[in-house]
């Protein structure tokens, strides 16, 4: 037995993990260059391997869960090369404004009809509220009211989408509150499918990007976008929210938070999943909105996105047979792994959900926890 075997084996065995095990979080490995590769390449190599088909394990979502909550994997150090994968994100913008649209290309471009194929019929492409129900739709129906109801959407009064997606929220806000909404994104697919989503609405969809906007808004909304902002631009897109929101305004930030801060993303998500993703941490949200607004409130949703990315899992599957000429197997060895990884992550409370509400200075506090 080569030495990285013995030392990922026993690893695993900390974690309840067995090769070849009667578990469904067991792994069955087909090819013994997955024990060096994992131990040189750490999360990169055995995201690589899976899709490559050189390991299989009932449920990922539940190995994963392991694996994170034993601290099997802040022991694998890795090797220099990988370590030298993440400086660039330590020296440059990777979330510039000419950079920022690779994301899009690579990851919101991939085809409309796989999205719908396995989010609701509002497309909600983030955290559901699974609150008094197990129903994808439903749940994703009571976080839309959620962001509404701790914005205090009027009727009349104008919003601003940042990073606006299909459109979701720019509907729901306008049909269910009586708002005019302007949804700004960079997708060209998320954008086609926005504005005719949203069409004969006070809907506005702009193909832009968040930095050149400078025009006044009573409420501000952001849902997982700022996972996409990168540390280097937190304090810049702080700002531009402060500059278009008006006085007496308020504005909510839902994204996927890290619990320490960091300047990269995990290195197989941000290769194949995220290109330049990077989750922000509590002390560096802080630190950008630090004397720009005032904090009202900070909302932990993180429990609700396992269950939301299992019911995305349970859907791409029953979706696979009319997908699968379009994208092929390797696709959706991908795509699995990504969905049931980060179900795992978030049940080992790795990473976080957060909805903060901020708001101007001066004004009054909103009732905004409304859970």
């Known amino acids: 037995m080569s030495q990285s075997k013995s030392f990922l084996m026993k690893l695993l065995s900390r974690a309840d993990i067995r090769v070849d095990g009667p578990n469904p979080w067991d792994i069955r490995v087909h090819d013994d260059r997955l024990y060096q590769n994992v131990v040189a390449r750490r999360n990169l190599a055995l995201g690589e391997a899976y899709t490559a088909g050189w390991w299989d394990c009932e449920r990922v979502d539940e190995f994963i869960f392991r694996v994170l909550r034993s601290g099997a994997d802040q022991r694998v150090k890795g090797s220099l090369r990988l370590a030298c994968e993440v400086v660039p994100s330590f020296l440059f913008n990777m979330q510039s404004p000419a950079r920022a649209g690779e994301v899009a290309r690579r990851h919101y471009d991939l085809g409309n009809e796989l999205f719908s194929a396995f989010l609701d019929p509002y497309m909600q492409y983030s955290c559901a509220y699974f609150k008094d129900t197990r129903d994808l739709a439903e749940a994703q129906e009571r976080k839309l009211a959620l962001i509404c109801g701790k914005l205090d959407l009027k009727p009349g009064e104008r919003l601003l989408d940042i990073g606006c997606g299909w459109g979701g929220l720019a509907r729901y806000a306008a049909e269910k509150h009586g ?51 990168g540390c280097k631009n937190y304090r810049e897109f702080m700002r531009v929210v402060a500059r278009c929101l008006k006085p007496g305004g308020l504005f909510l930030l839902h994204s996927i938070g890290g619990n320490v801060s960091m300047h990269s993303c995990d290195p197989w998500i941000e290769k194949y999943i995220f290109p330049n993703g990077m989750l922000p941490s509590i002390a560096q949200i802080a630190r950008a909105t630090e004397g720009v607004f005032v904090m009202e409130d900070w909302h932990n949703l993180g429990p609700n996105y396992d269950p939301t990315l299992m019911a995305w899992l349970r859907n791409f599957r029953a979706a696979w047979p009319r997908l699968k000429e379009a994208y092929g197997e390797r696709f959706r060895r991908m795509w699995e792994y990504y969905l049931q990884s980060c179900a795992g992550a978030f049940r080992a409370r790795d990473i976080q959900l957060w909805q903060i509400v901020f708001s101007t200075p001066g004004r009054p506090q909103p009732v905004c926890r409304l859970s």
């Open 179 to 229: 708002c005019s909404v302007v949804g700004v994104n960079i997708s060209q697919r998320q954008i086609e499918f926005a504005r005719e989503f949203c069409a004969g609405l006070p809907v506005e969809i702009r193909d832009s990007d968040y930095r050149l906007l400078d025009e006044p808004f009573d409420k501000i909304v952001s849902v997982g976008m700022f996972e996409h902002v």
